[in-house]
């Protein structure tokens, strides 16, 4: 199968020297993607934002002390306290105004001596596993999670439809639009709230997860205030390990057979610094010219495509994790 990075691959003929861990973004729409990654004596970590809204939640939290928030990773509530404590209160006292103001969040630990790998994620973006040739995916919080779906509507949360990109090849440049949601979240203060009547009123917004770091004060949206957390395990020195943490930015130009290539490619990539390989693949694909078909019950369904754009860029953060 051909490598979906052959167009971007770097000439270095160097090889990748492992473990490989490494992060980077390509600011390429609203400028509010992070990426950390680092290690401990017990751990190597990363975590990627995808900020949405103002913008001020992801960059705010892409400063704190993520060494401090990952310690507690025992206690995933200690872990999302810790975060929320730097983006509740400002200096007056007041909560600050995360309205309409959030970010994913994927955080992923690798336990190298004993073989453990964690993940805790709130949102949109994922996190590929591949140990050996299995590849796992962390749960999306978005209108492809059906148990998302149900959860909030127990929670009395309204459903919109829409449209949304559907990448029918990554290769061929085939895309087409399918329908998605939007959920229909309210923010609603209690009686005892520091903020007065007139400074936020009980309103409808509209997002596309079902999680969020965040947006509207934080606890004040419990509905999407929780990680999900999962555990995965190897044998060190035996099994090769592939960990691809990436926010939508990558996975929304990619097909299902693009997305599990690209493990591939890294296994077998030359270049010293895959990450930026698949940052480069991730921008051509969002420039590129698509071939745009047009879907069932639309005037036009079954004609040749029409070519176009995307119709804009996405940020994107990518993390990889890599070792045999």
């Not at 973004?25 to 103002?54: A, N």
């Not at 913008?55 to 892409?62: I, R």
């Not at 790998?117 to 994922?126: H, L, Q």
Request: contains cysteine.
């Amino acid at each position: 199968m051909a490598s979906f990075l052959s167009d971007t691959s770097v000439t270095d003929t160097s090889s990748i020297k492992l473990p490989y861990h490494y992060g980077n973004t390509k600011l390429l729409g609203s400028r509010q993607d992070y990426v950390i990654y680092g290690e401990t004596s017990e751990y190597k970590y990363h975590v990627i934002l995808d900020g949405h809204g103002k913008g001020k939640v992801a960059k705010t939290l892409s400063t704190i002390n993520w060494d401090k928030v990952i310690s507690t990773y025992q206690s995933p509530k200690n872990m999302l306290a810790n975060i929320n404590k730097h983006i509740l209160r400002s200096k007056d006292t007041k909560y600050v105004n995360n309205v309409r103001d959030g970010t994913t969040c994927n955080i992923v630990l690798i336990f190298e001596k004993t073989g453990i790998i964690k993940t805790f994620n709130i949102g949109d973006s994922m996190t590929g596993i591949k140990i050996n040739d299995t590849i796992t995916f962390t749960k999306m919080h978005n209108a492809e999670n059906e148990s998302e779906i149900q959860r909030i509507q127990e929670n009395g949360i309204e459903i919109e439809e829409t449209w949304a990109l559907k990448v029918l090849s990554s290769k061929s440049l085939d895309a087409t639009m399918k329908k998605g949601k939007y959920f229909k979240f309210k923010y609603e203060y209690p009686d005892d709230t520091p903020v007065m009547h007139y400074e936020f009123n009980t309103v409808i917004d509209k997002l596309a997860m079902t999680r969020s770091i965040g947006h509207n004060h934080a606890h004040h949206f419990v509905t999407l205030q929780d990680f999900e957390c999962e555990t995965y395990s190897y044998t060190p020195g035996t099994d090769t390990v592939t960990i691809i943490s990436a926010s939508d930015g990558l996975w929304d130009v990619l097909c299902p057979e693009a997305t599990r290539q690209i493990f591939t490619d890294v296994e077998t990539s030359t270049s010293p610094n895959p990450v930026n390989n698949l940052l480069d693949m991730a921008e051509n694909l969002w420039t590129a010219t698509w071939n745009y078909h047009t879907p069932s019950g639309f005037t036009g369904y079954g004609d040749p495509p029409t070519q176009c754009g995307l119709g804009g860029a996405d940020d994107v953060g990518i993390a990889v994790y890599h070792c045999k």
